[in-house]
Structure formats: C-alpha cells, structure tokens
C-alpha cells in the first residue's frame, strides 16, 4: 500500500516527461509543496510552487543543448508554477511522471482539474445562495 512520505508544509521534487511531436523528451521538475493529503485515493495536494530545472532530449536520448529550454512548450512548462494538483503519493520518489502532451496543452485538464473543481464549486454555491434567497423571498410573501 503505497505511503506519504511528506506532510503538509513539507515539499519535495517532482518530475515531468512528455513526449514531443518530433519524438523528443520535454523534463521538467518542480518543487512540490504538500498542502493536503487525501489518505482514501493515496494522493497529495501540492502546490507546484517553483520551476527547479528542465531539459530537452532528442529522440536518441541525447540531452540538446540549453538553448533548446525555449519555444511555445517551455513557456507552457514555467506557466504550471503555482498550479495545485492532486498527485499520487509515489509521485514523492523523484522518477519522472510521463504525461500526454495533451496534460501540457491544456487539451486534458490534469493541471487545471483542482482550480476547475474549485470554480465549478462556487458556482453551485451561488446558484444555491440565489435560490435560498429566492425562496425565503417567496416564503416572507406567503407570511405578509
């Protein structure tokens, strides 16, 4: 059964692969900092709080040069910073996740589900706030 190895207020470094187009590798890792556990799916809550490092490997598994950290995925890469996400509590032993491209993109929500939860969330919220009150205002027209 898999185990948390850090708390909350702890963090570690995570890793991401994805796989280009051309068939290169995209790496790159972040400073994961635990906000919550969720012990009943074995997962972390972390705020991907710090872009630490990246790099680029050719389809041979050659690593290309720093010039390459540049470009439209990269800018996708350092714009996940800040992101909370749920991750899987061996997601802790600094092997690298490989993800679709898509998670990257913005195609598949991996990235964004937490904030897109949270959203989706207030909203029902509010509709819920404005039914209450419309139906208290129905109530007190009953009672006049």
């Not at 904030?115 to 989706?120: F, G, K, L, R, S």
Request: no cysteine; aromatic share 10%; hydrophobic share 40%.
């Amino acid at each position: 059964m898999p185990t948390a190895h850090y708390q909350p207020g702890e963090s570690f470094a995570v890793q991401f692969a994805w796989r280009l187009p051309e068939g290169e590798y995209l790496r790159a890792i972040f400073q994961a900092d635990v906000l919550d556990l969720v012990p009943g799916a074995d997962k972390y809550v972390v705020r991907l709080s710090q872009f630490l490092a990246g790099r680029e490997d050719d389809a041979d598994g050659q690593v290309k040069p720093l010039e390459t950290l540049e470009g439209e995925y990269w800018e996708l890469v350092r714009g996940l910073a800040g992101r909370r996400i749920t991750i899987a509590y061996e997601a802790d032993d600094s092997r690298p996740i490989y993800l679709r491209l898509a998670t990257l993109t913005g195609e598949h929500n991996f990235f964004s589900r937490y904030e897109d939860a949270a959203v989706i969330a207030r909203g029902i919220e509010a509709r819920m706030r404005k039914s209450n009150q419309g139906n208290a205002e129905n109530d007190s027209a009953v009672i006049e």
